[in-house]
């Protein structure tokens, strides 16, 4: 079977056929040394997402595109769900590099006044993640995790609904079931979320329009969406393999017009009592300021910039670890302001590059973010950090890296952030 089969194997819709695939690729390896990957190292990405929630990636073919880009750690990290750890531990195995299990939820987080977070819909909502959980724990904090799902579903459902009330006029419609649903694996313990809908209805267009020029027009002139500079790059060529998946960064924006109030949600509280109970850490995925070029403009987005400090300090009164920093939105000069807030209130931070489209790299989060070699190391060390807490607490759930027994010993969390990462690198493969 030639090498782009095998590959192909990787997203087939029965997991044990996914599983061979990967066996089937890393033998190939053993009869031709040039298919090795040739780059390997400390490079880390705890942040992938994969088709459980939205990604073009089974965790097969994630772990798959892990190892050929050279990370020696990768952490999965779907929305709502772990449903998808099992296979991306096996397949982990079978390429012979560590695995991490994580899950990002959206969360209440109400402190007694209006707060902008990383929600850019609604105040006092934010998106955290739970990082370094055993993987003896996923199955029970993934069986906890159902209410939400299927919460998140009926949200979704009313989603679709808006959706079509915006693009009637356009004799367009997204079909819950057939469109959004089967395109997902719900079934399978997986997540709906919104870019499922938005992927529905890039599919729609396609449908409508043949051409990329045709897209572009209905686009500026029927969606009248901000139009940034990037997105003539994006749909230049409408056979590209991409094509949907950069359509779908083109209209993201379009989520405020049907955005339901998020009633889904767990409290933030809650969400730090699963990692408690489950052996996780809490981090905060901190979007920092984006620039866009829209009409010939350049144009700043600051998100949590202008209350950084603000809203530091409440997550971490609220019981939230770290902070996951979203790559490539900050510059060395936020990351500065980042570190010396987290130092403040003994919070850790990571570098965070999500992996939900087919365009992104998977190394990025540790290798072209800072200027700053001093930094790079230092966040290695917080990524490896949490494979070590993961490894601890799969012996015992309270020696972890912030728990009472690794405080009382060492009250620094420097100093245990390096004692962790030094057990994270145990029995590294």
Not at 338 to 357: G, H, Q, R, T, W
Not at 382 to 393: D, E, I, M, T
Request: charge should be positive; aromatic fraction near 10%.
């Amino acid at each position: 079977m030639q090498r782009v089969d095998l590959i192909k194997m990787l997203s087939h819709p029965s997991k044990r056929k996914r599983l061979k695939g990967v066996s089937l690729l890393k033998k190939a390896e053993a009869d031709d040394s040039s298919l090795v990957p040739s780059k390997t190292g400390e490079d880390i990405n705890l942040a992938i997402h994969t088709d459980y929630s939205f990604s073009p990636y089974s965790p097969s073919l994630a772990v798959y595109m892990a190892y050929k880009s050279g990370l020696s750690l990768a952490g999965i990290s779907d929305h709502d769900t772990l449903s998808g750890a099992e296979e991306f531990k096996k397949a982990a195995e079978i390429l012979n590099i560590e695995a991490s299990y994580g899950v990002q939820l959206r969360v209440k987080a109400n402190f007694g006044k209006e707060m902008q977070f990383n929600s850019i819909y609604e105040n006092n909502v934010a998106f955290v993640s739970i990082k370094g959980v055993p993987f003896s724990c996923v199955k029970k904090l993934n069986k906890r995790l159902e209410s939400v799902r299927r919460a998140r579903l009926a949200r979704d459902r009313e989603m679709t609904a808006r959706l079509n009330a915006r693009i009637k006029k356009f004799g367009m419609s997204v079909d819950f079931v057939r469109d959004v649903l089967k395109n997902s694996r719900f079934l399978g313990g997986g997540t709906v979320t919104e870019r499922h809908i938005l992927f529905a209805f890039a599919k729609k267009i396609c449908e409508k329009y043949s051409s990329a020029e045709e897209i572009k027009n209905f686009l500026k002139d029927g969606l009248k969406i901000g139009w940034d500079e990037r997105f003539d790059l994006f749909l230049s060529d409408e056979k590209s393999p991409y094509f949907a998946y950069d359509l779908v960064d083109c209209i993201k924006n379009e989520i405020r017009f049907f955005y339901v109030p998020a009633t889904d949600a767990i409290e933030l509280k809650e969400a730090v009592a699963l990692a408690k109970e489950f052996g996780g850490l809490v981090t905060y995925n901190y979007l920092g300021g984006t620039v866009r070029h829209i009409g010939g403009e350049e144009k700043v987005f600051p998100a949590e910039d202008n209350n950084a400090e603000e809203i530091i300090s409440v997550l971490a009164a609220g019981g939230v670890d770290g902070i996951e920093c979203v790559m490539p939105n900050i510059t060395d000069e936020k990351l500065s302001v980042i570190d010396e807030l987290a130092a403040k209130y003994d919070m850790f931070v990571l570098p965070c590059f999500d992996i939900n489209s087919p365009r992104q790299r998977f190394d990025a989060a540790t290798s072209s973010f800072t200027k700053s070699e001093e930094r790079r190391e230092k966040y290695i060390r917080n990524l490896r950090a949490v494979a070590g807490h993961a490894k601890s607490c799969s012996c015992s759930l309270g020696d972890g890296l912030n728990g009472e027994r690794a405080k009382k010993n060492n009250p620094s969390l420097e100093d245990r952030l390096a004692l962790y990462a030094e057990i994270g690198k145990l029995d590294k493969r």
